[in-house]
């Protein structure tokens, strides 16, 4: 199944999107909006969602990966 690695990278800390809101600042809404390619995430989102998940590359959260 293919996803996008901010959906791999959540699911591997066992995080809900609720959970990972509350890290990011980013709403849950848009990050399943983002999570299912309804909606391309501003920089500074992708940078919140990177810090929140303790990733490097924030643009990488973008990338299709398996799941």
């Given amino acids: 199944m ?3 690695r901010l959906k791999k990278e959540r699911l591997a800390r066992n995080m809900k ?3 990972l809101s ?3 600042g ?3 809404g848009t990050i399943s909006w983002i999570e299912e390619g309804r909606f391309k995430p501003y920089p500074s989102q ?3 969602l ?3 998940l303790d990733m490097d590359e924030p643009q990488s959260l973008l990338e ?3 799941l």
């Fill in 50 to 52: 990177a810090t929140a």
């Fill in 2 to 4: 293919k996803a996008i």
């Fill in 17 to 19: 999107k609720s959970e």
């Fill in 26 to 28: 980013v709403q849950a």
């Fill in 64 to 66: 299709e990966v398996e």
């Fill in 22 to 24: 509350r890290a990011s």
């Fill in 46 to 48: 992708l940078e919140k």
